[in-house]
């Protein structure tokens, strides 16, 4: 299989996806085939993975538009009429703990599925979501994890400096099962100074539940959403697709794509950007300038070549060996790493490590390789 075919069948919708994303994003001649063809392709009465399910509402919602009659409308209906109900409780849950966090933070963030369900599908059924997220600027996070921690809320981890500077963002687990992740980075790929001031630099204003919040403006929505979906994982994502498309249809015009270009490139996302948009034009004919594919589409940096060993391919092979999950973590510290030479470069990384695998010291961290080789030695033996 060649490379681009690889990447194709790892990363992009299969055919089974590609049919139930048509139902669920095209017009009436197009969805309506599109559905009759991936129904005869599956097992009704097999459960759908997570990423199948958070799309079916919007299947639903687009086949009852025209009058599509098939007996498993009914339980499309269901799903619809769940999404809508979860939605809704998830955003009350939140709603006080999301006022009390705006009226100490002037400038919190709502990132992610909120503004997308509030600003653009304007309908809670539409984009199922587990959790809410949330950003304030670095130097505010202990204050507003405090907010949620007085709510009831409770962190993952403790705020600590490793925890600030070696993450974007830390789940927060509240009553009833509500989630929220606090931010202070937009993406673990843009853990910088200068992409914050980037993105503080370009929001609007929103809204949530009557409570005055800031989101991102279209332009960094768009690219947003396209890097969270370029990525490996088990079940491919295809959840970006409907909404970068929706970001495209609803809001095409105020998207900047200079400034797209030219964030993707300073954080080294160019390739995984350029990958988005093209199936995007490519496949549903999104609106995307034949200028900004061939910027995107120029040669990569190092980091990224580095970085896209394991965010574009299978990258559960590298869970397999101690040098694959070496492999990995080193591609995640390169985001991380401070300048300097060689030296400063290792002293980081064994941070890194003592950090990620929550090691007592540096001292740990050979013995806990050894024992990682040992494990894996005993289990092929």
């Given amino acids: 299989m060649s490379s681009p075919e690889r990447l194709r069948a790892e990363l992009l919708p299969n055919e089974e996806q590609r049919l139930l994303l048509t139902a669920a994003l095209q017009t009436e ?14 097992d009704p009465e097999q459960p759908f993975g997570w990423n199948v399910v958070r799309l079916l509402p919007l299947v639903y919602w687009n086949l009852q538009r025209f009058g599509v009659q098939d007996s498993l409308m009914a339980r499309l209906k269901g799903v619809y009429r769940r999404a809508w109900y979860e939605t809704h409780r998830l955003f009350h849950a939140v709603a006080p703990v999301v006022a009390r966090l705006a009226e100490q933070h002037s400038d919190l963030l709502i ?49 600590s400096d490793d925890l600030l500077r070696f993450s974007h963002a830390l789940q927060f687990a509240g009553p009833g099962g509500s989630e929220i992740d606090l931010h202070w980075h937009l993406l673990f790929e843009t853990a910088s100074a200068a992409a914050d001031r980037a993105l503080w630099a370009a929001t609007e204003p929103g809204d949530f539940l009557g409570t005055p919040v800031l989101q991102p403006d279209p332009t960094s929505m768009l690219l947003s959403v396209i890097v969270h979906g370029i990525r490996w994982n088990e079940e491919t994502p295809i ?17 900047d794509w200079e400034r797209l270009v030219a964030y993707a ?32 589409t120029r040669p990569p940096s190092l980091l990224e070549r580095v970085e896209n060993t394991v965010m574009l391919t299978d990258s559960s092979r590298f869970a397999r060996t101690v040098w694959g999950t070496q492999w990995v973590s080193f591609t995640e510290y390169c985001r991380y790493a401070d300048a300097g030479g060689p030296l400063a470069f290792l002293q980081g990384y064994s941070h890194y490590l003592r950090f990620r695998w929550d090691l007592n010291g540096r001292r740990e961290i050979v013995p806990t390789i050894l024992r990682g080789l040992g494990r894996r030695l005993r289990i092929h033996g």
Wanted: no cysteine.
């Fill in 239 to 255: 959840r970006w697709i409907p909404d970068s498309l929706l970001i495209l249809r609803e809001r095409g015009a105020a998207i």
């Fill in 265 to 296: 490139g300073a954080n080294q996302l160019s390739v995984r950007v350029g990958l988005g948009l093209r199936y995007l034009m490519e496949s549903f004919d999104a609106p995307v300038p034949g200028r900004v594919l061939a910027k995107l």
């Fill in 111 to 159: 990132l992610k599925g909120a503004p997308l369900v509030l600003s653009y599908y304007r309908n809670h059924a539409l984009r199922p979501m587990m959790d809410v997220d949330v950003a304030v600027p670095q130097s505010q996070v202990p204050a507003a994890s405090a907010v949620l921690e007085e709510a009831g809320y409770r962190g993952r981890h403790p705020i």
């Fill in 29 to 42: 001649a197009a969805a309506v085939a599109a559905f009759r063809a991936w129904r005869m392709r599956i």
